[in-house]
């Protein structure tokens, strides 16, 4: 058969299989086994991408542009983020809702996860608010019944407390309250603010058919666990227990369930200790051209054990880690080149001088330098103009910054 770019890919009979045939496996299952658009890039673009991936991890740190945005742009290509916000806020095609962490998904998954939202239950801090404001936190639900969307600065505090007054986790306790209901179930986000939530009734949000239906959790969970498995490609039991947060200990006998019904196919992937599952459609590409740069939230990347065992890539998110423990920096990208992840990038989006910074570049074992800093050089001007920057600046940390400086000047 033939894959997207018109180059054989092969349906995959074999028992076992190379590192390197796993690799394209998971990468063609991303969507990195076709070029990017040529043209303009349209809603069609990003529902087809949105449904392959199943969900993209919501996270709106702007160091360089909020992840799930960049997430379909390492795919993609430049594109207008207005499209996806219309098709998530306006035409309500896709939907927010935890699932592996705060996610956008496709609206007929909620029903899928409806059980979780149903089982879930507040936590010793959350617990303590509600016993102290009992009434408070019906009285938000009603707020929004009778008013319509609302974001925690339309709503007062509880009585006898300042409409600022803050829990121990910052928000407020008018958030508190609104976060709450939607973990529930009973709100939906129907749009952002400036990316602050806003939360309707769920039923005037989500069609009928997705507000109003709930799935069993096994079903839910089996269902979630082939979801899983399709944007995977291949993976072991940890990997597809991560992509939706399914209990690992949920997972490891609906596996069983499945292998034996036909609808995943054990194999064993050179190097791994575990068994690894392979979905009916997975195709094994001869070859995977992509030059991206993937989020730190980028499904590729964002459970660490799976990209070490795939791509001997250690990733690990520095955000949180104080500056002096910082080994890569704050906000770092890792570069697929092929199907290797060959380097790492510290960026920056300085918006008043206009510039992409590139405040470290760091090259991974075994890479070359000249053809890696070519290709990033390229995709950095590339993400620099879809952020409406005018210049890449290089930096001096990392040893790759020389062949980068010297492939941008030429």
């Known amino acids: 058969m033939r894959d997207s770019r018109g180059a054989m890919a092969e349906r995959i009979s074999r028992e076992t299989l190379t590192l390197g045939e796993a690799r394209r496996i998971a990468l063609a299952a991303q969507g990195f086994d076709r070029p990017r658009p040529c043209g303009r890039v349209d809603a069609r673009h990003l529902r087809r991408t949105l449904r392959q991936l199943g969900l993209l991890q919501v996270d709106y740190t702007n160091v360089v542009s909020p992840a799930h945005y960049l997430v379909l742009f390492s795919r993609l290509g430049p594109y207008a983020r207005s499209r996806l916000d219309d098709l998530v806020y306006v035409q309500r095609e896709f939907v927010e809702q935890w699932a592996h962490e705060a996610s956008i998904l496709p609206a007929e998954t909620w029903p899928l996860l409806r059980h979780r939202m149903r089982g879930h239950s507040a936590d010793g801090r959350l617990a303590k608010l509600m016993q102290r404001y009992p009434q408070y936190f019906d009285w938000v639900l009603e ?102 947060r399914v209990p690992v200990g949920a997972v490891r006998p609906l596996l069983a369930t499945l292998v034996a019904a036909g609808e995943l196919r054990e194999v064993r992937i050179e190097g791994w200790q575990e068994p690894a599952y392979l979905h009916p459609q997975a195709t094994l590409p001869r070859r995977i051209g992509a030059s991206a740069l993937l989020s730190p939230f980028d499904p590729v990347v964002w459970y660490p054990a799976r990209a070490r065992r795939l791509f001997g890539f250690e990733h690990r998110v520095e955000i949180l880690v104080p500056l002096a423990e910082r080994r890569w920096g704050y906000y770092v990208l890792p570069f697929l080149l092929g199907d290797r992840l060959v380097a790492r990038v510290d960026l920056e989006a300085d918006r008043s001088e206009r510039r992409l910074r590139v405040l470290a570049a760091h090259l991974e074992p075994e890479a070359e330098p000249e053809p890696v800093a070519s290709a990033l050089a390229t995709e950095l001007q590339s993400l620099g103009s879809w952020l409406d920057l005018d210049s890449v600046a290089v930096g001096r940390r990392g040893d790759l910054v020389a062949s980068l400086a010297t492939a941008l000047r030429t």
């Open 143 to 244: 707020q929004v019944r009778e008013r319509g969307p609302l974001a925690p600065e339309d709503l007062p505090g509880p009585k006898g407390t300042h409409a600022a007054a803050r829990s121990r986790r910052g928000w407020t306790v008018a958030r508190e309250a609104l976060e709450w209901h939607f973990s529930r179930g009973n709100l939906a986000i129907s749009e952002r603010r400036d990316s602050a939530r806003v939360f309707d009734l769920t039923e005037r949000v989500l069609t009928p058919e997705c507000s109003g239906r709930a799935v069993g959790a096994k079903e839910a969970q089996r269902r979630l666990l082939l979801l899983a498995a399709r944007a995977q490609g291949v993976a072991n039991a940890k990997d597809l227990a991560d992509y939706y």
